[in-house]
């Protein structure tokens, strides 16, 4: 029992520590080689276990809010296959982020400019290969979102619904993650 007690308060002390250290380090800051201080972007995913829960509709509207804040604000559908934001959006993109991973597109490229400023980085709605993308591939997107993180403030990433390991990846990414639920 005292092992159990011991335990708990472990536990409580970690999940403070780690909740402290979370918000310390919403936007932290590396120094380069020049010895300039660079800023990142602070990245929050946004998250569900089942399709329907309206995370999309979350992620949008706290998107649009913060550009309307004036802080320099981009977004990723990360829905890769299944993405709808373009369309919640009322956008056409010409390019989505299979370009970016096809290495035919940088993520510059293919952002398209949303409300208030904001800055889509489209997904692909439809095509199969972004269904299940290979380690070499989700290497390739990190890489590519490191830019992104340098010219902008915040990024929200709508990620698919469910624990696929794209999912994951970007949670794991994430310097903060919503979790949005139904009653269901």
Known sequence: MEQRRRLGRSLEDIS???VSSIEEQAIPEVKPRSQKKVKYARVICVT????GT???VVASNLSVYFASQG??????DADFGLANLHIMFGIAPKYNILHVLDEKKKIEDIAVKGPMGLKL????????ELANLNDYQ?????EQLETLERE??????DTSAGISQQTMVFLYA???????TTPD
């Not at 569900?48 to 399709?51: A, I, R, T, V």
């Not at 980085?121 to 199969?128: A, L, T």
């Not at 989700?138 to 990190?142: G, H, S």
């Open 54 to 56: 309206g995370k999309s």
């Open 48 to 51: 569900s276990g089942k399709g």
């Open 152 to 157: 902008t403030d915040v990024i929200f990433v």
């Open 121 to 128: 980085i489209p997904g692909g709605s439809g095509i199969s």
């Open 71 to 76: 802080m320099r604000t981009a977004m990723l």
């Open 138 to 142: 989700l290497d390739l997107l990190t």
């Open 174 to 180: 994430a310097q903060e993650i919503m979790v949005v």
């Open 16 to 18: 403070t520590v780690a």
